[in-house]
């Protein structure tokens, strides 16, 4: 790999490589030095998790980085534009970490510079570093990725963190509930790549009746910010609420993940359960994104 744009992109075996490289790097196995090395984190979209958890793989790893958080400071502001900007970072920087509201944005930056390019969220698109740390969360919590059962609940049509996960998990047998208002559900070029793989996988409204079948639930928000009319948000913005009671008949491994931030979702009695792993996913960023990292950068170890 040479930069990460999709998870369509990414094998089988690619994953896995990194899944075992996070465990190393978590449990301190290898000497990764990222000394020297120097990421420009560009967003041009509100982020806390994936920016700080960026800052945070380089820097502990002795690595450095400079970054954005939207554009006021920056020449975008002078009309520079995308290719500009991004040919004048890649003369300062060893690997760029981008995430844009524009769908293909990511992909444009792979193709305009030389240096690695990571998409950190792209638009409505795909965000394939958070599709790794939820691989490693499911891993971690599960013991493997094959033949899961997993419901993706909220907004699944806006929502990119569930577009690359399920395809990311497309190689590992999973059966999926796919709980969402009716228009928010999965796009159908996601559907047809499930398709083409032969697998598993129901539309429903009501995330309930499975309940007792799930190894994960897959919480995300409705993406407010993506509505072109308030109004048609408000109706739907309540319509998934995973409270501790809806979790009373659940099995002993499940965990409910979410890529946060949530809004509310997710109540707070959840927070206590043994169940609850979605902050533990967020730290497990960390260690993925340094596993990334390592093997764009064609590290040695
Ligand atoms: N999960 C995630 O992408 O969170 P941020 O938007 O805070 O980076």
Wanted: charge should be neutral; proline fraction near 3%; glycine fraction near 4%.
């Amino acid at each position: 790999m040479k930069n990460l744009i999709s998870m369509r992109d990414v094998s089988s075996e690619d994953i896995l490589k990194l899944i075992n490289l996070a465990v190393k790097i978590e449990k301190k196995e290898v000497n990764v030095d990222f000394t020297g090395k120097l990421a420009a984190l560009l967003f041009f979209e509100p982020s806390t998790r994936t920016h700080f958890s960026f800052e945070t793989a380089v820097k502990k790893l002795g690595g450095n980085t400079f970054s954005m958080s939207g554009t006021s400071s920056t020449s975008v502001k002078k009309g520079e534009t995308l290719s500009d900007t991004l040919m004048t970072i890649s003369m300062y920087a060893d690997i760029i970490v981008m995430r844009h509201v524009i769908e293909g944005a990511a992909r444009f930056a792979a193709e305009t510079v030389d240096i690695p390019v990571i998409n950190a969220g792209d638009g409505t698109n795909q965000h394939p570093t958070q599709a790794m740390l939820d691989l490693y969360s499911i891993q971690k919590t599960q013991g493997s990725l094959k033949n899961l059962t997993i419901g993706m609940v909220g907004d699944l049509r806006l929502g990119r963190t569930v577009h690359s996960l399920s395809q990311a998990l497309s190689d590992f047998n999973p059966k999926f509930y796919f709980a969402s208002p009716s228009h928010l559900q999965m796009p159908n070029y996601i559907k047809d790549d499930l398709d083409k793989k032969g697998i598993v996988y129901h539309e429903i409204e009501d995330i309930k009746e499975v309940m007792h079948e799930l190894d994960i639930m897959y919480v995300t928000r409705i993406q407010k910010e993506r509505f072109a009319v308030l109004e048609d948000y408000e109706k739907v913005k309540d319509s998934y609420i995973i409270t501790k009671k809806l979790l009373e008949d659940v099995k002993d491994n499940f965990k409910v993940l979410h890529p946060l931030p949530r809004v509310n979702e997710i109540t707070k009695d959840v927070d206590d359960t043994e169940y609850a792993y979605y902050f533990q996913q967020a730290r497990n960023g960390v260690f993925m994104r340094q596993a990334i990292i390592t093997s764009l950068l064609n590290l040695k170890y």
